[in-house]
């Protein structure tokens, strides 16, 4: 018996990213709690080495899922213990596995999304975690999609707490049928951060996240091509995992090459994005989809104005801390980061709202507290 | 003549569109699982308008008309999304988000028929079709 058994799909502990790095803050800020997480990843996935060490309150239950089979089998959910709550970190299996082992115990079950499951899986290739969905005919996938809404539908219709990061998501999901008195905003939390360099020469431009196609790095490469050509002192970093698509990274880097960005743009490979935080001027997201990137509340955090596309929550999440661009846009995109790199100003009273929004609306404990009274009030 | 009604292009307002819409699919006597695929399906179309024909634009227009006609229900999504800025299209094969990218899996695995059409005017016609089976519609024999 646990107190609170996590669902994630292919994600914490092995993979870095925004909901490990909020499951893993989760467990860590209630060590008296006892946690098991359950890893769900596809029986044909190859292993990984974790990304983070669990904490001494959690342990892992690893379960493997048919990867021909868009729902578990039956008894799929026997491998998880008996816990006073279940908590899906999205819908599709994990959401069905927690349904199902609440009901087996007689308890309660929260899901909480980030990107909203039933979304992403339409997205094909690029959207679903465990990947289920690309396999077979178009029909079949059509067909697969079906069956990750239906799961979500169900979950929604059960669940005792539907909770999702950002206000966009929540209308999402209450659209989908989504109980309304049952959905919760509980933002993502981030910490304080040191405010970066403020006198410095030259012009840093960054990008933080995966280089995967739905980021849309290519629009990011474009726009720092168009950066560079009015400002000599420009330099451009893209910090992040180049192995998840590495076709996409490797189009990404030629499309650099062929722009003259030479040496001025830097791939830098899986890292620790935080420490880049203080040398950047400017962070920039063109993803063409998002729930509410880690990424910008880190560099909000850190002081850093931010530009992003308005897709999910990120025009939510920025507010006055940065600025918003349409998506696929290079021209816009750079437009912005122009913008602020040309008004020291802008620049200040950009990040100071970043810094202030992030204390305000993100604070780790009282996002964290949510979620434990949320525990409290199932569990009972 | 099918009803119709206008939406701002913003998320907020899907809920909206997704209720009216449902009325007229129940008085059409489709059945609950119909109805709950047809308001998935408009959801997601509604989401993909505003996040990428309109790049997140909140200023803009939606426009959507239903109605039950030859055993079929009908919802017809209107937008006029600008098209992206042209550099993004140098090398298509870098900005596609994923074979059928846009939901379009979903869509398809929720609707019996589904139909883009760009339009003169600029913007799209999508329209998404639903059969309604014969015990979808016990008023018929």
């Given at each position: 018996?646990?107190d609170?058994c996590l669902?994630?799909?292919?994600?914490?502990p092995?993979?870095?990213?925004g909901?490990s790095?909020?499951?893993?803050?989760?467990?860590?800020s209630q060590?008296?709690?006892s946690?098991?997480?359950?890893?769900?990843?596809?029986?044909?996935?190859?292993?990984?080495?974790?990304?983070?060490?669990?904490?001494?309150n959690?342990?892992?239950v690893e379960?493997?899922?048919?990867?021909?089979?868009?729902?578990?089998?039956?008894?799929?959910?026997?491998?998880?213990?008996?816990?006073?709550?279940?908590h899906?970190a999205c819908?599709?299996?994990a959401?069905e596995?927690?349904?199902r082992a609440?009901?087996t115990?007689?308890?309660s079950?929260?899901?909480?999304?980030h990107?909203?499951a039933?979304r992403?899986?339409?997205?094909?290739?690029t959207?679903?975690n465990?990947n289920?969905?690309?396999?077979g005919?178009a029909?079949?996938?059509?067909?697969?999609?079906r069956?990750?809404?239906?799961?979500?539908?169900?979950a929604?219709a059960?669940a005792?707490?539907?909770?999702?990061?950002?206000?966009?998501?929540?209308?999402l999901?209450?659209a989908a049928?989504a109980?309304?008195?049952?959905?919760?905003?509980?933002?993502?939390p981030?910490?304080?951060a040191?405010?970066?360099?403020?006198?410095?020469?030259?012009?840093?431009?960054?990008f933080?996240g995966?280089?995967?196609?739905i980021k849309?790095?290519?629009?990011?490469?474009?726009a720092?091509?168009?950066?560079a050509?009015?400002?000599a002192?420009?330099?451009?970093?893209?910090?992040?995992?180049?192995?998840?698509?590495?076709d996409?990274?490797?189009?990404?880097?030629?499309?650099?090459a062929?722009?003259g960005?030479?040496?001025r743009?830097?791939?830098t490979?899986?890292?620790?994005?935080?420490?880049?935080?203080?040398?950047?001027?400017?962070l920039?997201l063109t993803?063409?989809?998002e729930?509410q990137?880690?990424?910008?509340?880190?560099?909000?955090a850190?002081?850093?104005?931010?530009?992003a596309?308005?897709?999910g929550?990120?025009?939510?999440?920025?507010?006055d801390a940065?600025?918003?661009?349409?998506?696929?846009?290079?021209r816009?995109?750079?437009?912005?980061?122009l913008?602020?790199?040309s008004?020291?100003?802008?620049a200040?009273?950009?990040?100071?709202?970043?810094?202030?929004?992030t204390?305000?609306?993100h604070?780790p404990?009282?996002?964290?507290?949510?979620?434990?009274e949320?525990?409290?009030?199932?569990?009972? | 003549m099918?009803?119709?009604?206008t939406?701002?292009?913003?998320?907020?307002?899907?809920?909206?569109?997704?209720?009216?819409?449902?009325a007229?699919?129940a008085?059409?006597h489709?059945s609950?699982?119909?109805?709950?695929?047809i308001?998935?399906a408009?959801t997601?179309?509604l989401?993909?308008v505003?996040?990428?024909?309109?790049?997140?634009?909140?200023?803009?227009?939606?426009?959507?008309e239903?109605?039950?006609?030859?055993?079929?229900?009908?919802v017809?999504?209107?937008?006029?999304?600008?098209?992206?800025?042209?550099?993004?299209?140098?090398?298509?094969?870098?900005?596609?988000?994923?074979?059928?990218?846009?939901?379009?899996?979903?869509?398809e695995?929720?609707?019996d028929?589904?139909?883009?059409e760009?339009?003169?005017?600029?913007?799209?016609?999508l329209?998404?079709?639903?059969?309604l089976?014969?015990?979808?519609?016990?008023?018929?024999?």
């Open positions: 018996m646990v609170a669902l994630v799909e292919g994600s914490y092995y993979v870095t990213g909901v790095a909020w499951a893993d803050g989760l467990i860590r060590p008296d709690v946690f098991a997480v359950a890893h769900l990843r596809n029986a044909d996935a190859p292993a990984r080495e974790p990304a983070y060490a669990l904490p001494a959690a342990r892992l379960i493997a899922l048919d990867p021909e089979h868009v729902t578990p089998g039956a008894g799929a959910q026997d491998a998880l213990p008996e816990a006073g709550v279940y899906a819908t599709g299996a959401g596995l927690a349904r609440a009901a115990h007689g308890r079950f929260v899901v909480t999304e990107g909203v039933w992403e899986a339409a997205w094909g290739p959207g679903c465990l289920r969905i690309r396999r005919s029909a079949e996938r059509a067909a697969r999609s069956e990750v809404a239906g799961m979500a539908r169900t929604y059960e005792a707490a539907i909770t999702s990061v950002c206000g966009p998501n929540v209308a999901q209450a049928g109980p309304r008195d049952r959905l919760r905003l509980i933002p993502n981030v910490a304080a040191t405010p970066p360099v403020t006198e410095r020469a030259g012009l840093l431009v960054g933080v995966r280089v995967v196609a849309d790095v290519a629009t990011f490469v474009r720092c091509a168009r950066v050509e009015r400002r002192d420009a330099r451009f970093v893209v910090v992040g995992p180049t192995e998840h698509e590495p996409y990274a490797q189009r990404c880097r030629e499309l650099a062929s722009a960005l030479g040496d743009l830097e791939f490979g899986t890292c620790d994005p935080r420490p880049h935080y203080e040398r950047l001027d400017v920039v993803s063409l989809s729930a990137p880690l990424v910008a509340l880190e560099a909000m850190a002081g850093v104005p931010v530009v596309t308005d897709v929550g990120c025009r939510e999440a920025i507010g940065g600025l918003i661009t349409p998506t696929r846009s290079p816009a995109t750079a437009e912005a980061i913008r602020i790199a008004d020291r100003e802008l200040a009273t950009l990040g100071r709202a970043g810094r202030r929004r204390a305000l609306h604070d404990a009282r996002v964290h507290g949510a979620y434990r949320l525990y409290e009030r199932l569990a009972a | 099918p009803d119709a009604m939406i701002p292009s913003r998320v907020e307002c899907i809920d909206d569109v997704r209720r009216w819409v449902s007229r699919a008085e059409a489709a609950s699982e119909a109805v709950a695929d308001e998935l408009l997601e179309a989401a993909n505003i996040e990428h024909g309109y790049g997140g634009d909140a200023s803009q227009e939606i426009r959507v239903a109605e039950a006609a030859a055993g079929a229900f009908r017809a999504v209107r937008d006029w999304g600008h098209a992206a800025d042209p550099d993004s299209f140098r090398r298509r094969d870098l900005d596609d988000p994923g074979e059928g990218g846009y939901g379009v899996y979903l869509i695995g929720l609707m028929d589904v139909q883009r760009p339009q003169p005017d600029g913007g799209t016609l329209t998404l079709v639903k059969r089976q014969p015990q979808d519609n016990p008023g018929r024999s």
